[in-house]
């Protein structure tokens, strides 16, 4: 165990703190770089945690720092229990754990289990021959008579999800790059060794994981084709350039079997009380059901989030279906909600074609994504209200973006560096004469330097919205009830035995207002958040894009 006995004290004293935790999503390439090489690391992760305490989050969600050749930015591991030393050492690592702890901050990891580097030893061996010890420990198939791949399954990255291996004269399967090789999780070896690796984290004293691509981890057995996507109207998370959009995928990810090794997962969690888990959920039309599914019964995910809310638009018609969709079939599955994350827009872009002040907007965004039974997942730069970012082609390191520009340009534009100083070179994120991505010359107006502190700033509207969150218990762990509204109104009650809040917001352009439903009386307006909103005689006045909080009884 950590010798950190203080944070796994507290951990034990409340095992549930997950729930309704406000997390924050760092990406450590961009974050803050210590060493001066453009590149963020540990350290300076470490050098920047006062400013996560301040902001008020519970938690820190690291985006994957280990070895690693690069080609997906570490999501192609080649070492699951090392750090790359482009980022520091395990030694740094555990100083940044510890100093965190001190400050009251979580520490979650980034695990990605349904894939590996194709340099990882263990595929390494696998594609040495068909009868090694590994031989089955990635998903390998025959080729068809004519030599093309088992079947018709794509790759998120386009093209085939079949690469054909020269040694073994067989494909193997890859989700994303073709340096990315699937784990064949019907092996129970390769279960074990993954459980392995987080019991590894685990000792070291993280208090959790992020589950990257958790419904990918078993493939149909039989490796039978995908249908055609038919179901109009519905999301399939992927651009229209892509033809991954264009399969139902039944077969390549979300199978049953899923469910027992995300309960083998469970337990050994459980024998570290008080450490959690958050998986993404990357399943189409289906990704609200399989979010349920994955985080109910309290003996699998702890909770889990789609991209439901990283996408679509900002308007009440789409979060009330959205979240209605949700809530109807949730029973006791606890969601983590995000807006913007590493491989997304960032949501303050995506959300201006509906803005009358994107400034307003912003804040009542963030004001819904706080007040959602659930916990939150901010990512970073969110606090600031970053757009994102243009990106020159020639600039392009994401090979998704590189693949489908310039209809689509990938994900370079959310994974800018931070901006912490508006006036410092390269916004005070690097002094290197070359970041490994450029600052973006507009994020600079929105530095923390420049926000910090100022009234009506969106950062600081961010530390009070997250301070009045903690202040409330009905918005931690309370029940939602959706209130009858008109027009863009939005609105629902969080109530738990001693406290009832209501929350409304004006996702249009125009002035709106809300009734109360009878029996209700406001106590307390959160008048410090700042909204142009008022109640009289239950009559609620919410100007555009405003929001209307209040304990109520």
């Keep these: 165990m950590s010798t950190s006995s203080s944070p796994l004290a507290s951990r034990a004293q409340n095992p549930d703190w997950w729930r309704g935790a406000v997390i924050y999503q760092v990406y450590p390439r961009s974050f803050q770089d210590s060493d ?9 992760i470490s050098a920047r945690l006062p400013y996560l305490a301040t902001l008020g989050v519970d938690a ?12 997906d930015f570490g999501y192609d591991v080649s070492d699951y229990c090392d750090v790359d030393p482009m980022f520091g050492t395990l030694d740094d690592f555990r100083a940044m754990v510890d100093k965190a702890h001190t400050l009251g901050i979580k520490i979650i990891i980034d695990q990605v289990l349904s894939h590996t580097s194709e340099e990882h030893p263990w595929f390494v061996e696998s594609r040495s021959s068909r009868d090694n010890p590994r031989a089955d420990w990635y998903v390998w198939a025959d080729a068809k008579p004519d030599g093309t791949p088992p079947n018709n399954w794509l790759s998120v990255f386009g093209g085939s999800g079949w690469e054909w291996d020269s040694r073994r004269l067989q494909y193997y399967q890859h989700n994303f790059l073709a340096s990315q090789p699937d784990l064949n999780f019907h092996n129970r070896d390769v279960q074990d060794a993954l459980l392995d690796v987080l019991r590894f984290w685990l000792e070291l004293g993280v208090d959790g994981f992020r589950l990257d691509t958790v419904n990918f981890y078993f493939c149909d057995k039989l490796l039978r084709d995908n249908p055609p996507f038919t179901d109009a109207g519905t999301t399939n998370d992927t651009p229209a350039v892509n033809p991954y959009g264009r399969q139902d995928h039944i077969h390549d990810k979300s199978q049953p079997e899923n469910i027992e090794f995300l309960k083998r997962l469970r337990a050994l969690l459980d024998q570290y009380p008080g450490s959690t888990t958050v998986g993404e959920v990357g399943d189409g039309a289906r990704s609200l059901q399989t979010m349920t599914a994955y985080t109910s019964g309290g003996d699998k995910l702890h909770m889990s989030y789609t991209f439901d809310l990283l996408s679509g638009e900002p308007t009440r018609a789409y979060y009330e279906k959205t979240i209605r969709t949700f809530e109807a079939g949730a029973g006791d599955a606890w969601p983590c909600w995000a807006l913007s994350n590493h491989d997304t827009p960032r949501h303050a872009s995506r959300n201006l074609p509906f803005a009358r002040d994107p400034l307003a907007q912003g804040k009542m965004m963030a004001a819904i994504q706080l007040t959602l039974r659930g916990s939150v997942c901010l990512y970073e730069g969110d606090e600031l209200g970053l757009t994102e970012a243009d990106i020159a082609f020639e600039d392009l390191v994401d090979p998704y973006g590189i693949r489908f520009w310039p209809e689509y340009k990938g994900r370079d534009g959310c994974r800018t560096p931070m901006v912490w100083e508006a006036a410092a070179p390269n916004g005070g994120f690097s002094d290197a004469n070359r970041t490994w991505l450029p600052v973006a010359p507009e994020h600079l107006a929105k530095a923390v330097d420049r926000q910090d502190g100022k009234a009506g700033s969106q950062l600081e509207f961010y530390k009070a919205m997250i301070a009045y969150r903690k202040a409330h218990p009905a918005l931690i762990g309370g029940s ?33 207002t809300f009734r109360l439903p009878a029996g209700l009386k406001v ?31």
Excluded: H
């Design 36 to 44: 001066g090489d453009g590149i963020g690391d540990i350290k300076g």
């Design 60 to 71: 820190v969600w690291l985006s994957p720092f280990f070895k690693s050749p690069m080609k």
């Design 480 to 512: 939602l009830e959706f209130l009858p509204a008109d027009g863009n109104v939005f609105a629902y009650r969080r109530t738990t035995a001693a406290q009832s809040i209501v929350c409304a917001f004006n996702m249009g352009g125009e002035p709106a």
């Design 523 to 553: 106590t307390a307006v959160a008048t410090e958040l700042g909204f142009a909103a008022s109640e009289q005689d239950g009559l609620v006045t919410l100007a555009p894009e405003a929001a209307f909080i209040a304990e109520v009884k």
